[in-house]
């Protein structure tokens, strides 16, 4: 009597097809999990692979949820937007193109994702850096004419990233509930005097 041995489950061939459906899975855990949650092993399973294969496409767990934020929708070029137009309401269109990536369904759970993995993934921290960098600080570094460019331009990096953690990490009231209308028109004027007013000096000792 000739018995069939059974595949193992999980020993998918390693095909270009079974890269985009271990991606697959991995998106749906980490936008569903957070980093901390998913795991590659969960992964591997709902992908119908062994967890080496993971492994062998993505190296690990950090590369594999950078490769997910990768193949999203790509906010940087909806951000960069703003620098088109005249240098008048140029901090204006800058907080509104911001908060329309923020906001739009399709890019806000992997920006959200991102920022909540901080502390515990180094893809994250260097894909925060990274779009803060392509979408804000490259923009205006070819674009200001003003008296310390590079300064003017960190600072509306900072006042930005720092609006995305109060406003949808740690919803601190009444900045996460406020308008998405209402808060641009709060913050563009203060980015505007980064990128056009007067800084402060420091005081004289």
């Known amino acids: 009597m000739t018995t069939t041995r059974k595949s193992t489950a999980g020993r998918r ?24 949650g998913a795991t590659m092993r969960g992964i591997a399973r709902a992908a ?9 496409f993505f190296g690990s767990k950090d590369g594999l949820f950078k490769a997910v934020l990768a193949a999203g929708v790509d906010p940087i070029r909806r951000i960069a ?9 140029l901090g204006d269109r800058l907080i509104r193109h911001y908060l329309d990536v923020w906001e739009a369904p399709d890019t806000s759970a992997r920006m959200t994702t991102v920022l909540r ?19 804000v600080l490259g923009p205006l570094s070819g674009r200001l004419n003003a008296d310390e460019a590079p300064l003017r331009a960190g600072l509306c990096g900072a006042h930005l990233a720092g609006l995305s953690l109060t406003r949808y990490i740690l919803k601190v009231e009444p900045i996460a509930s406020l308008d998405p209308g209402r808060l641009a028109a709060i913050v563009g004027p203060c980015l505007q005097h980064y990128l056009s ?9």
């Open 197 to 205: 007013g007067e800084l402060g000096e420091p005081p004289a000792t």
């Open 13 to 36: 061939p390693g095909d270009s097809g079974t890269r985009e459906t271990i991606l697959d899975a991995a998106t749906a855990a980490f936008l569903g999990l957070g980093y901390d």
């Open 81 to 89: 937007a703003f620098a088109d137009g005249p240098d008048e309401g």
């Open 48 to 56: 119908d692979v062994d967890a080496a294969l993971v492994v062998h």
């Open 117 to 135: 993995a901080l502390a515990l993934s180094s893809s994250a921290v260097e894909l925060l850096k990274g779009f803060i960098g392509e979408a």
